[in-house]
């Protein structure tokens, strides 16, 4: 069972735009949710996160849109430069257990110039 | 200061063999997790220790898995026997130790090993 859907899979924009990328989640018990970047050969990190108390977080050119009664959250970053070309996955978990993250399969970004 | 570091960062064997895969956490981080990254697949959780608490196993996939922490610190996740879809790319991650909402702490990700079982 997935519980975190991650959509699309690859991605490819030009540079100066818009690249966007949605997950849902199942699991109501979720309420922390971050998206991390990860660079060939090296480990995932930590981009932005949100909790579900607010529908919208802004760090410089990376937004995560959430809503939370249809399940779903999205990070939108604007002015893609090719700098950005990464693979990028939400993730969410539970204030509870072992507060592993649950993982999406990840986007695979390529910004052209 | 040091990230997490993991080692060796490539590991070839062939089926059937044992292997031993090492993660060396952030300094003072007491939480400490294994995950696994398959080809095109986002990261599974195997496993999660936190300071002398017993281990969450509930993510290892078989019983041919199994981890250690030694000392709070450094941990070993080892493979026994291994198969060919045991071939993928394992990560360590640690954080802080929690305080209120703790478990919002960052995860921070080691470069992972890339397990390839011939």
């Known amino acids: 069972q997935q519980q975190v859907k991650q959509s699309p899979q690859s991605l490819i924009v030009q540079k100066g735009g818009i690249s966007i990328i949605n997950c849902a989640y199942e699991?109501?018990?979720?309420?922390?949710f971050p998206w991390y970047q990860q660079f060939p050969g090296k480990g995932p990190a930590l981009l932005i996160a949100?909790?579900?108390?607010?529908s919208e977080k802004k760090e410089g050119r990376f937004t995560i849109s959430f809503n939370k009664s249809a399940k779903q959250f999205s990070l939108h970053i604007m002015d893609s430069q090719p700098g950005d070309s990464a693979t990028y996955f939400c993730?969410?978990?539970?204030?509870?257990?072992?507060?592993?993250?649950?993982f999406g399969k990840g986007t695979k970004l390529s910004v052209i110039p | 200061g040091a990230g997490v570091s993991q080692s060796p960062s490539n590991k070839v064997t062939e089926k059937g063999k044992d292997v031993e895969l090492r993660c060396d956490p952030i300094?003072?981080?007491?939480?400490l997790y294994w995950y696994r990254q398959s080809l095109g697949q986002g990261l599974e959780f195997l496993i999660y220790?936190?300071?002398?608490?017993?281990?969450?196993k509930s993510g290892l996939p078989s019983d041919r898995f199994s981890a250690e922490r030694t000392g709070g610190s450094v941990s070993t996740l080892t493979i026994q026997r291994t198969q060919q879809e045991d071939s993928a790319v394992y990560l360590c991650?640690?954080?802080?130790?929690?305080?209120?909402?703790?478990?919002?702490?960052?995860?921070?990700f080691g470069p992972g090993t890339r397990l390839t079982v011939l």
């Open positions: 300094s003072g981080h007491t939480a």
């Open positions: 220790f936190q300071g002398n608490s017993a281990p969450d």
């Open positions: 993730a969410a978990n539970s204030g509870a257990g072992s507060y592993q993250l649950t």
């Open positions: 699991n109501t018990a979720f309420d922390y």
């Open positions: 949100i909790r579900p108390d607010v």
């Open positions: 991650a640690s954080r802080e130790p929690g305080l209120a909402g703790g478990s919002y702490n960052e995860q921070f």
